[in-house]
Nanobody
Framework: QAPVIESGGGSVQTGGSLRLSCAPS????????MGWFREAPGKEREFVAGINWNGGQTNYADSVKGRFTISRDNAKNTVYLQMNSLKFEDTAVYYC????????????????WGQGTQVTVSS
């Protein structure tokens, strides 16, 4: 089983909203930095948003700034990605990942990955 499990994906129309959740499976990631990445068909996996262990630092890809918000609730051991004003180009499989040190966008520093959740935006 994957160390983190994503949920909340689905199909939505352009301009709609979705909230993705990420929770650990069998361990806690309270002290870990967390990130969201996405992989669209035919494209490489890319950084979407990252958050440090206490939520005091966040980073976003330029393509989602102002529309997506990453947050975490350490009491619930859960990380969220609120996605508003969704566009067709946001269609992708979204992955949650955990890192021992926060580097934001550097995919290679994330040690634990989920299996992804599909987000489909249609007009």
């Amino acid at each position: 089983q994957a160390p983190v499990i994503e949920s909340g994906g689905g199909s939505v129309q352009t301009g709609g909203s979705l909230r993705l959740s990420c929770a650990p499976s069998g361990r806690t990631f309270v002290s870990y930095a967390m990130g969201w990445f996405r992989e669209a068909p035919g494209k490489e996996r890319e950084f979407v948003a990252g958050i440090n262990w206490n939520g005091g630092q966040t980073n976003y890809a330029d393509s989602v700034k102002g529309r997506f918000t990453i947050s975490r609730d350490n009491a619930k051991n859960t990380v969220y990605l609120q996605m508003n004003s969704l566009k067709f180009e946001d269609t992708a499989v979204y992955y949650c990942a955990a890192a021992t040190a926060y580097t934001g966008y550097r995919m290679s520093t994330y040690d634990f990955w989920g299996q992804g959740t599909q987000v489909t935006v249609s007009s």
